[in-house]
């Protein structure tokens, strides 16, 4: 039974991540354009979308790299947030990479408020799920 209930889940959860760093990136890029910063930070938008597909995309796979679907409902508070902090952390770190490798120049104030409140968002929701879950 428990493993059915991951099943039916694990969909919701990835969708709800996907979302959550969609809209972690948006106020990174809203925060960091208001910074009265020595240098000002814009991206076209293509370069966005393409930057959202991958911050996405990351986010997903390090959570299923880590396993964090299989243990939101069911693992103690320290555990999960340590699982969260693993996936923000791979799934930067994969970003970084990939910036790296497609040559575009990201502000790493940025780049650290996308790890940040990426992280926020994904604990308070892993938290909420937690508590709604047997409503659900």
Request: charged content about 15%; overall charge positive; hydrophobic content about 60%.
């Amino acid at each position: 039974m428990f493993s059915r209930q991951h099943r039916k889940t694990r969909p919701l959860f990835i969708l709800a991540d996907i979302l959550l760093i969609w809209l972690g990136f948006e106020a990174a890029y809203a925060i960091r354009s208001s910074l009265p910063l020595e240098r000002q930070f814009y991206l076209l938008g293509a370069t966005k979308a393409f930057l959202i597909f991958a911050c996405a995309l990351f986010g997903v796979l390090s959570a299923l790299w880590v396993g964090v679907y299989d243990s939101i409902l069911r693992a103690r508070a320290p555990v999960l947030l340590v699982l969260t902090v693993r996936q923000c952390a791979a799934g930067a770190a994969a970003l970084v990479l990939f910036q790296y490798l497609q040559r575009m120049d990201l502000s790493r104030p940025f780049m650290a408020l996308v790890f940040l409140v990426g992280f926020l968002l994904l604990t308070v929701f892993r938290f909420l799920a937690r508590l709604i879950a047997p409503y659900i």
